[in-house]
């Protein structure tokens, strides 16, 4: 027995529910796609498991943070798939797919056949038994990946309060849960093997101004060594950590957020990987012409820095699913992915965004024992990444806006010295001129604009007058005192 549909998505994470959407928006009929997804629930807003879910005062559950609120679009409930004749098969593990058939089986046994596949099978939390510790399915021993991971970790952190917890891992998932123990009045330890928080991210200016911030609410850290193995009483529930420097940590819960990886074995053999993830072109296309994939198991190229990579994070799942849908839509009318890497967090009353990469020399700038600070990254001249923590919403679009035009630096000191003026400045000056335009005999060609001296002469005349109006400015200003 089977079912045929014009368009599958394999997987019922954030990215699918964008997908849905614009599918309806495309105007597909009733019976044409089908959302496969081992959850039991409609596809979610994800961020919300780390910043609200597990707050114990007024914490969000679903169907308020079901997608796609997250970019105050419609909220996709079980009504609205249902209305929309879009199939929910909810609670159903995959567990083969035929490529070159174009048939899924699942685990029940059905085979779903489909024209058009859009993988969006996400990734999974890392397990310590994956590094041959053994003991996290004890029951005060949790993960957050899913609505189910983060409704374990409330039921044992109402039985811990007062108690004291171990957050392995010192990244977004450690950073976020302990910050919520710490709401819930929970002593926290963190341990990694880093020498700093958010290391793949941060330079360690950034991330000891966090580290201070989390010290001033009670967190312990305990840097450069990982979990060794645990104790546990007669019952089976974890009584203590052991490290591998030795130290000993007596517990009540441990929360393990130490990476994730891409579910991608289904198309192992199937469809080219790259870089962990399946890769795919510009318009979010696989190997084989009737299969895409986006999200977090997507590697795709990043057309700012002319290479292929997979991020793992909400915005690029949402945005990725969105091109993907456009480009099976419309082919035509679809350009090439062109995203801009972004990150974001928010932990207690901080909250910061990051744009672009974190390569080349960093340029710090604002008051790092203030509320407000920020940095940039320039990488063989040009500015590639910025970071910003306490930022208001056009401070955040001018560091997004000055990273995507990637202008020249050629002055690091007045870079640090400007700081955010900088980007403030940059933002507010008209974009470069359009690329010059080549007549043919039959048609018209448009030579690529990415990178030619063309665009960065503009970039660079923007960014001189920019700097010259902002210290003109506060020149005026300082005569005028």
Known sequence: MGRAFLYVILGGGVAAGYAALDFSKSGISHGELCIISEEPVAPYERPALSKGYLLPEDPPRPPSFHTCVGENEERLTLKWYKEHGIELVLGTRVKS???RRKTLLTAAGETISYKILIIATG???LKLEEFGIYGSNAENVGYLRNLADATRLVTVMRSCVGGNAVVIGGGYIGMECAASLVINKINVTMVFPEAQCMARLFTPKISSYYEDLYKSKGV???KGTVLSSFENDSSGKVTTVILRDGTRLPVDMVVVGIGILPNTSLFEGQLTLERGGIKVNGHMQTSDSSVYAVG???SFPVKLFH????????DSARKSARHAVAAIMAPDKTGDFDYLPFFYSRVFTSSWQFYGDNAGEVVHYGDF??????AYWVNNGQLV???LEGGTKEEYEAIAKVTRLMPMVEDIPELERQGLGFALSVSQQPPPPPPPVKGTDSSIVLEKPLYT???TAGIVVATSIALFTYWYRRRRRRVLV
């Open 220 to 222: 312990r850290f305990l």
């Open 97 to 99: 797919a035929d490529v």
């Open 369 to 374: 024992s203030g509320k407000s600070f920020g």
């Open 385 to 387: 990444g910025s970071f």
């Open 296 to 298: 977090d198991v997507a």
């Open 307 to 314: 290479e292929i990579r997979r991020l793992e994070h909400v």
């Open 453 to 455: 001296w063309h665009a």
């Open 123 to 125: 990734a999974r939390a």
